[in-house]
């Protein structure tokens, strides 16, 4: 079992930045990928980025530039670092940790077992 504590959210006006974080304990951190999500009001749960256990990343084309995902493993989290935020960012923003047997980098939700209650982020225009 994974548990996952977000943290970090808040309102920030447009163009600001926030770092979110997210706090795992239960297995071995460092020995499995993780990934970030965000759903917004009405809509779909949708893939922000992910991270492995060695620290190469991915991201959603949408956002690649903009947002940075990093890991500690000393403290067993994750960060979401999220730049030049736009009012369309505002969401509810969710860490994750894939399903045993699942490495590298997962973009899909199905391949995520275990999942943080999320962090409210609002943009402001």
């Known amino acids: 079992q994974v548990q996952l504590v977000e943290s970090g959210g808040g309102l920030v006006h447009a163009g600001g930045s926030l770092r979110l974080s997210c706090a795992a304990s239960g297995r071995t951190f460092s020995s499995y990928a993780m990934g970030w999500f965000r759903q917004a009001p009405g809509k779909e749960r949708e893939f922000v980025g992910a991270?492995?256990?060695?620290?190469?990343?991915t991201y959603r084309d949408s956002w690649k530039g903009r947002f940075t995902i990093s890991r500690d493993n000393a403290k067993n989290t994750v960060y979401l670092q999220m730049n030049s935020l736009k009012p369309e960012d505002t969401a509810v923003y969710y860490c994750?940790?894939?399903?045993?047997?699942?490495?590298?980098?997962?973009?899909?939700?199905?391949?995520?077992?275990?999942w943080g209650q999320g962090t409210q982020v609002t943009v402001s225009s």
């Open positions: 994750a940790a894939p399903k045993r047997g699942y490495y590298g980098l997962r973009i899909r939700k199905s391949d995520y077992a275990y």
């Open positions: 991270i492995t256990s060695g620290g190469s990343t």
